[in-house]
């Protein structure tokens, strides 16, 4: 089991940036595919982005790819969200999740510990 703390969120106009952070405990990090999630509300969670244990594999939604990167650093217990040219459906609580395999997935459920979450909120 990690523990998960994201921190970056905020508000912003539409065409902004912002990079969110994961910070994870545990020394098994690097065994983890991660994944970042969000949720609006009134919608299902989606995934937005994931990153396998090296980070060589990754996956993005239809609707952020081009604008949004995810990366990880291993040594850090650390992964990241490059956010840019933010839209106002871009709004929504941010999560970030771990998963006890080499492959990530863009299956919630697949998922198996949470961080609690960070607001982004993007305005016209």
């Known amino acids: 089991q990690v523990q998960l703390v994201e921190s970056g969120g905020g508000s912003v106009q539409a065409g902004g940036s912002l990079r969110l952070s994961c910070a994870a405990s545990?020394?098994?990090?690097?065994?983890?595919?991660m994944g970042w999630f969000r949720q609006a509300p009134g919608k299902e969670r989606e995934c937005v982005a994931a990153i396998s244990w090296t980070g060589s594999s990754t996956y993005y939604g239809d609707s952020v790819k081009g604008r949004f990167t995810i990366s990880r650093d291993n040594a850090k217990n650390m992964v990241y969200l490059q956010m840019i040219s933010l839209k106002p459906e871009d709004t929504a609580i941010y999560y970030c999740a771990a998963r006890r395999a080499y492959w990530h997935s863009q299956w919630a459920d697949e998922y198996d510990d949470w961080g609690q979450g960070t607001q982004v909120t993007v305005s016209s």
């Open positions: 545990g020394r098994a990090f690097s065994r983890y595919a």
